[in-house]
């Protein structure tokens, strides 16, 4: 998916446990921990031009790494802006976690797809429901994550998370759709 969506995803699943309070500080971390995965387009060599390719969408984006991904966020997080408000890194890691969480699930609902179960396999899980760039899906998002943001109600965050959830869920089903129809048409023409 692209940056807004992984980020937008991020803040709004962090600010759907957040308070009133702390509203603002989950929409910053959760929108930065839902596209750190992403950091691994850093990896690449002089040498091999594809490596790059290799390894995006691999570890960091694996459910193993998710803890470790967050970690790294909070810790960051909360040495750059979160310390020096009070705020517990408890509270900054729960937030993280949920916005780098988001990642990986998201970049599964494409075709390219990501390696969900790094080190174990090395299959792509592509779910093939939406698009790497989707307005219809990402413009709401952001509205109701901002929403949420400037009025500090968690609700609108919520109401985010539930509207890429069914906007996920119409495409499965479009897709099996799709799907059931071209195995209908194959086997009709032989």
């Known amino acids: 998916m692209d940056p807004l ?5 991020g803040a709004s699943l962090a600010q759907s446990v957040s308070t009133k309070a702390s509203a603002k500080i989950a929409a910053i971390v959760g929108f930065l921990a ?14 091999d031009s594809l490596l790059f390719l290799e390894y995006h969408r691999q570890f960091t984006h694996s459910l193993v790494f998710i803890p470790i991904g967050a970690l790294i966020v909070a810790i960051l997080m ?5 310390r020096r408000k009070g705020i517990r890194f408890s509270l ?9 969480a988001t990642h990986a699930f998201i970049d599964a609902c494409t ?15 592509a779910w093939n ?7 219809l899906l990402t413009i709401p998002l952001l509205l109701l994550v901002l929403l949420a943001t400037l009025k500090r109600r968690p609700l609108y965050a919520r109401l985010g998370f539930a509207w890429v ?14 799907v059931s129809v071209t195995k209908v048409v194959a086997e009709s023409r032989g």
């Open 34 to 47: 839902g596209m750190a995965a992403d950091l691994d387009f850093l990896i690449h060599s002089e040498t």
């Open 129 to 135: 429901q939406v698009s790497i760039i989707d307005p």
């Open 92 to 100: 900054v890691y729960r937030f993280s976690l949920l916005g780098y």
């Open 78 to 82: 909360h040495l750059v802006v979160t």
């Open 5 to 9: 969506t992984q980020g937008g995803l």
């Open 165 to 178: 959830i069914a906007y996920l869920l119409i495409g499965l089903y479009q897709h099996q759709r799709a």
């Open 111 to 125: 075709s390219y797809g990501t390696q969900l179960f790094w080190p174990f396999s090395d299959v792509r899980i």
